[in-house]
């Protein structure tokens, strides 16, 4: 399969720039780049759950603010980005939770500003874009990682600290569950082409990182292991964005792929003979000759890993494994 050539040229890569890793008693920065929360309840179980994590926490000024669906104003927003960022006494950056419109941000903040202070930034989801425009825009690692208000099992707590916390370059490895059957199937990886390869890892959320195909925003993938994951879309609609990353080029410049959850992801109502989402990964990444696995433990799933963007790994599909070449943090 002939790949087209990417529509912009590949931008000089910036010299990786990590943030100082975080400790217990530090003080995490909650904001909200993303969609409005209207219960009480959600802030109050980021607040509880990252304290049991050894945390404190500090709500950036407009965070329980909102705009129709938007959790205020992307001027707001990106003021409370700025506001965490200047503040000595906060040590990182964590979204409460993800939704939509983050990427209205991207162009009202001030990434000088960000460089000259890197601190940890993290969430998933929609943060996508955020977490992209950051690393492309300055070098900084940033976190796909569990919002503030997600399900901190053992599992994901471990990783994060793991990455974030001990500054560990350590290898990603799903978590067999053990159950009562006589096989147990979750948490296993699907090998959908074998091989190893190394490059720095990037992505996240595949409507998200789609929408930035074509601006500034979207960080150079020649040569990335490129991470994607998804939920609540249509078979046909997965098909339309990794055809769209496809036919931009953006494929053609990976060196590996990973999959993760890519949950509720069915059949339109009322459609006949669709692909199975096997079948549009076939389709997708059958020919682009470099490895590819699925079922990684990150995104929409219960335990999650967390994600550095920007460092390099070596993927072994075969394995079903990421190992970091290096820690994510500083000391």
């Not at 529509?7 to 969609?35: K, M, W």
């Not at 000595?88 to 202070?117: C, E, K, M, W």
């Not at 979207?218 to 040569?223: I, N």
């Not at 059949?267 to 990444?285: A, I, K, R, W, Y």
Request: one cysteine or more.
């Amino acid at each position: 399969m002939t790949l087209p050539a990417p529509i912009h040229p590949p931008r000089p890569p910036r010299p990786l720039l990590l943030p100082r890793r975080l400790q217990p008693g530090d003080t995490l920065g909650l904001f909200n780049p993303s969609g409005a929360i209207y219960e009480r309840a959600p802030f109050d179980h980021a607040h509880a759950t990252l304290q049991a994590l050894g945390f404190r926490t500090r709500e950036a000024p407009n965070l329980r603010a909102r705009h129709g669906h938007l959790a205020g104003t992307a001027q707001q927003r990106a003021d409370d980005i700025h506001v965490l960022v200047a503040d000595p006494g906060i040590a990182g950056l964590l979204a409460v939770t993800g939704g939509s419109g983050a990427n209205r941000v991207l162009p009202h903040l001030d990434y000088a500003r960000i460089a000259a202070q890197p601190k940890f930034i993290g969430g998933f989801s929609d943060l996508t874009a955020l977490l992209s425009a950051v690393h492309a825009q300055t070098g900084l690692v940033t976190f796909h990682s569990p919002l503030a208000r997600s399900e901190w099992n053992a599992f994901s707590a471990a990783q994060f600290k793991a990455v974030a916390m001990d500054g560990l370059a350590h290898t990603l490895r799903n978590e067999i569950v053990p159950g009562d059957d006589l096989v147990s199937f979750e948490g296993r990886t699907t090998t959908l082409r074998g091989g190893r390869a190394q490059g720095p890892l990037l992505g996240g959320n595949l409507a998200v990182l789609t929408s930035l195909v074509g601006t500034p925003y979207l960080p150079d993938l020649d040569g990335a292991i490129l991470c994607l994951e998804d939920v609540n879309e249509y078979i046909y609609r997965v098909d339309r964005m990794l055809s769209t990353l496809l036919l931009s080029g953006v494929l053609a410049r990976v060196a590996g792929v990973v999959l993760g959850g890519f949950t509720n992801c069915l059949v339109s109502e009322g459609s006949f003979g669709t692909l199975t989402l096997d079948e549009v990964f076939d389709d997708t990444f059958g020919g682009l000759g470099v490895p590819v696995y699925r079922g990684a433990q990150f995104g929409h799933v219960k335990r999650k890993f967390t994600l550095p963007l920007g460092v390099p790994v070596e993927i072994d599909a075969d394995a079903g494994t990421l190992r970091l070449l290096q820690p994510a943090v500083r000391p």
